[in-house]
């Protein structure tokens, strides 16, 4: 089983429409999470980081289950510039420092 | 400017021959990363360094070694590059403030080894 698993899709959605990706990690230690956005052939980038309580940014909002050890990603009102890859993210700290990026769940928003 | 650069940005090169990727940073940050990115695969951390002294194998360390001149340079080296070794890598820096280790990437340097 992978530590960190993520639907590779691809979404197809139209715009406007609201999209949500879920996350799961293996590890009940982890303890920092964060949702990456990566464009095609280029360098992932922080999109948001997911609190326990959690957070909202714009039109992204980011779900953290811990009892059930998934995180979540919600997008409202896509844009065609939503279009990209969407990474999850998990660090450890057992052991030895990790970080763990998942595979990524791939969106496409079409007009 | 970028706070993260990588130099080459691409190259293609032949198996058996050394290869090093270099990586700079103006952020300031203590931590820096070497990954590679495979085609329908997660971000694989090959080494990592905590500060200059600080040297740690990452989950895929075999034939690549690093070595970090100062705390704004990381470079990565394949001694003997191989076909398999063929992929997208990326470095990467962190700091810990707020208490979360978030990273920031450079622009990526794609290596082909034929």
């Known amino acids: 089983r992978k530590e960190v698993e993520q639907d590779p899709g691809p979404f197809n959605v139209p715009e406007g429409a609201t999209v949500a990706f879920n996350c799961t990690y293996s590890n009940s230690a982890s303890q920092s999470f964060f949702w990456y956005r990566q464009d095609c052939r280029k360098e992932p980038k922080l999109l948001m980081s997911v609190y326990s309580s959690g957070n909202e940014d714009g039109r992204f909002t980011a779900q953290l289950n811990r009892a059930s050890q998934y995180i979540s990603l919600l997008i409202r009102d896509s844009k065609l510039s939503d279009s990209a890859t969407y990474l999850c993210v998990v660090t450890q700290n057992t052991g030895g420092f990790k970080t763990i990026f998942g595979a990524g769940t791939r969106l496409f928003v079409k007009a | 400017d970028a706070d993260v650069t990588q130099t080459p940005r691409n190259r293609i090169t032949k198996t058996g021959k050394r290869i090093m990727l270099e990586c700079s940073q103006t952020?300031?940050?203590?931590?820096m990363y070497w990954y590679r990115q495979d085609p329908g695969l997660g971000l694989q951390l090959i080494y990592y360094?905590?500060?200059?002294?600080?040297?740690n194998k990452g989950e895929i360390s075999d034939g690549y070694s690093v070595s970090r001149q100062a705390q704004a340079k990381f470079s990565l080296s394949l001694e003997s590059a191989i076909p398999n070794q063929t992929a997208l890598y990326f470095c990467?820096?962190?700091?810990?403030?707020?208490?979360?280790?978030?990273?920031?990437f450079g622009p990526g340097t794609r290596l082909t080894v034929l």
């Open positions: 952020k300031g940050h203590d931590r």
């Open positions: 360094s905590f500060d200059v002294k600080d040297i």
């Open positions: 990467a820096t962190s700091d810990l403030s707020a208490g979360r280790d978030t990273q920031y």
